[in-house]
C-alpha cells in the first residue's frame, strides 16, 4: 500500500507539472514574446527542462518545489499586465459605448449601427439613442453558431416598444489583424467590450458581412421588471467598462459568463454556460424559452439567416419576426 500512494504521488505530481509547464508555455508565447517564432522556442525548451528536471533530479519533491518557485515567479509577472483601451483595434469595436441613466431614461453614446451591404462590407456609423425604462416589454435572445456544435455567440435584444430595439454583446475587443482564437482567449492577449447596437446591425453582422454563421431567435419568458435590473445592470458594466479596461478570457470572463456576473441576474450552475452551443437547450430545459413546440422543431423554426439578409432596412424588426411567426403557422 505504501508503495501504491507512492506510485501515485508521483503520477500527480508529474500531471500537474506538465499541465502548469504547457499553460506557462503558451503564457511564453503569446505574452511575453508576442506570438513570435521565439517564443514557439521558448515555450518549448520550457516543457522539455521541466521534463528532464522532474526525470533527472530525486526525489521528486525538490524539482517539484523548484517548478513551483519558478512558476509562481512567472504568474506573478502575468498577472502584473494591464489591460489597456489604447491599441489598435478592429473597426467594429474600435469606439466604446456608453449609457447615461437619469430617472427612466438612458441616453446611449455611441450606439453602433454599421451597414453591411454585402459580405466582408461595412460602412461604420454610429449614433446616439435614448430608450426609456418604462417602455421595456420584453427580450428576445439569439443564438450565433459556427463551427463546433458547443460553440455560440449570445446577443440580447430588448425591446423598448416605440423607442426600437437595443442588442447587447459581450465580445472579444479584436485588435487590427486579430481573428478568433480559443487558445488565445486564456491568456492576456485580448480585452473584453460590451457593444450596444441596433438590431440590424448586430444581425447582419453575423449573417450577411459574416457567411458561416447561423443565427436562432427564441424570446425569453421574462417580466419587463426583471428586464428593466437586467438592462441596469448592463448600462453600469458598459460605463465601467468604459473607464477601466477588462481582459477577455475564454473560460472566466467571456460572452457568457459575463451575463451572470450582473448583479441582477439570476446565477445559473450549468455546464452549458461554458459550452454555450448548447446553451439554448439549457434555457429551455429550465423554461425561460418557449416550451410549447419540441425543442428540435423550436431549434429549426428560430433559423433568421435568410428572412433577415432580405428584410428591408426600415422595421427590419418587425418584418423579422413577422415572417419567423409565420414559418412557425406553416411548419
Known sequence: MPELMSWAAAVLVWCVALAAALWVAGAIYFDACGGTRLGQVL??????????????WEPLWQPAAALAAATG???????????????DWDPSVA???????????????????FDYPAPG??????????????????ADIIFFTWGSKWMSHPVLVFDFGPDGRVCV????????????????????????????ADERDAILRRTRY??????????????????RVVFRDYAAAVNALYE?????????????????????????????????????????????IDTSLPFEDLRRLAVLNDIANAA????????????????????
Open 210 to 227: 459574416a457567411t458561416n454563421q447561423v443565427g436562432r431567435l427564441y424570446r425569453l419568458a421574462a417580466a419587463p421588471d426583471e428586464l
Open 95 to 113: 469606439v466604446l459605448p456608453r449609457a447615461e441613466v437619469n430617472g427612466d431614461a438612458v441616453t446611449i453614446r455611441d450606439l453602433r449601427n
Open 43 to 56: 515555450g518549448v525548451l520550457w516543457v522539455a527542462a521541466t521534463v528532464a528536471l522532474l526525470a533527472a
Open 121 to 138: 462590407a461595412f460602412t461604420p456609423r454610429y449614433e446616439t439613442r435614448t430608450v426609456h425604462l418604462a417602455d421595456l416589454r420584453a
Open 169 to 196: 454583446s459581450v465580445e472579444v475587443r479584436y485588435r487590427a489583424g486579430q481573428g478568433f482564437s480559443a487558445l488565445r482567449s486564456l491568456y492576456r492577449q485580448q480585452e473584453l467590450v460590451i457593444v450596444l
Open 312 to 331: 428591408p432596412a426600415a422595421g427590419f424588426g418587425d418584418h423579422l419576426r413577422t415572417e419567423l411567426e409565420r414559418r412557425r403557422h406553416e411548419r
Open 244 to 288: 477601466r479596461p477588462r481582459w477577455y478570457h475564454g473560460l472566466c470572463m467571456n460572452c457568457t459568463t459575463t451575463f451572470y456576473r450582473l448583479p441582477g441576474t439570476r446565477l445559473r450552475l450549468d455546464w452549458r454556460v461554458i459550452a454555450n452551443g448548447l446553451l439554448d437547450r439549457a434555457l429551455y430545459d429550465d423554461g425561460r
Open 73 to 87: 515567479a512567472f504568474v506573478a509577472w502575468w498577472l502584473s499586465q494591464e489591460p489597456s483601451h489604447a491599441r
